[in-house]
């Protein structure tokens, strides 16, 4: 048990950064296409959606983990 509560927090931490590159991504996006750089800003967008993709399928391993996962994933269109 021990080592599955490990998991799932290893699996948490992972979520986290991941969110937090997508979130510097998009960040960086906004400001090429800012600036006009729509081929950048494109790239760093992808980038983004890579990395939330990534953040959410973690965080849905280890809520399956421990047996609390909400369906509440919303797409975004």
């Known amino acids: 048990m021990e080592k599955d509560g490990k998991a799932k927090h290893e699996f948490h931490r992972e979520a986290a950064e991941m969110h937090a590159n997508a979130a510097k991504a998009h960040r960086t996006a906004a400001?090429?296409?800012?600036k006009g750089?729509?081929?950048?800003?494109?790239?760093?967008?992808?980038r983004a959606l890579e990395y939330s993709d990534h953040a959410y399928k973690?965080?849905?391993?280890a809520h399956s983990k421990s047996g609390q996962l909400e369906?509440?994933?919303v797409e975004a269109v």
Request: charged share 30%.
């Open 37 to 46: 750089d729509r081929a950048s800003g494109s790239w760093h967008a992808d």
């Open 31 to 34: 400001e090429h296409n800012e």
């Open 58 to 61: 973690l965080a849905k391993a």
């Open 71 to 73: 369906a509440n994933y």
